[in-house]
């Protein structure tokens, strides 16, 4: 075999190891959009349950949207940017790019579920002590290690996948729930443009398969 047509064969692997690659990706941030909008429709949901019932304790209304998102932390730390996966991507990147310093080790996605879970925690105490302030500190705080994770994963060099207008619009509401007390409306913004996030992302897999 001439050195050229290794070459190029090497040339065409790597090509699809990327474009597999790139499609796993881009298929967990869509299943990982939906996952949250429909968190929030759910927990709504339970509002409006407990809304009819006449039940206003927050203690009571809130602890089962407690446990719900800590179930949906879980399902995406650990069932949806799975260590196999963020492994695979690794292996490519380093084969056929250059090393990526990205690569999720275990120990880094619990210390990020753990964060996430104590802001969770301090997200639940604020709201129901009724303290506005501490509810936007722990909001921050809840919000920041996801914006710097996407931010990574969108735009650090070098990139898996290319940014789209609609992680852009998905960040941008995230980041709008933290004044989501004030604007109600920013909720019912969040679950339409995480949901058109996840179908987008999911019909960019479907094209390029």
């Known amino acids: 075999m001439k050195a050229s047509d290794l070459e190029t064969m090497l040339q065409v692997i790597g090509e ?13 941030l869509g299943i990982y959009y939906a996952l ?11 509002y409006s349950v407990f809304y009819i019932l006449g039940i206003r304790d927050p203690i009571i209304t809130l602890t089962p949207s407690l446990a719900i998102l800590i179930v ?6 650990f069932k949806i940017f799975t260590g196999d996966m963020i492994n695979r991507m690794t292996r490519v990147l380093k084969t056929f790019r250059i090393h990526d310093t990205r690569a999720s080790r275990r120990s880094s996605r619990i210390f990020y579920f753990v964060l996430a879970i104590l802001a969770s925690l301090f997200i639940y105490v604020s709201i129901v002590s009724g303290e506005q302030q501490l509810y936007y500190i722990a909001m921050s705080i809840y919000v920041a290690p996801i914006i710097v994770r996407h931010y990574r994963i969108l735009y650090s060099s070098p990139r898996i996948i290319e940014p789209k207008h609609y992680d852009i619009i998905a960040m ?5 729930l933290v004044f989501a007390p004030l604007i109600s409306i920013l909720y019912y913004v969040f679950v339409i443009a995480w949901f058109y996030a996840s179908i ?6 479907i094209e390029n398969e």
């Open 72 to 77: 949906f932390i879980y399902i995406t730390m």
């Open 16 to 28: 699809t190891a990327e474009k597999i690659l790139i499609n796993s990706f881009r298929k967990a």
């Open 172 to 176: 941008v509401t995230l980041v709008s």
């Open 200 to 205: 987008m992302s999911l019909l960019e897999v």
């Open 36 to 46: 949250w909008g429909f968190y929030m429709l759910i927990t709504s949901m339970i």
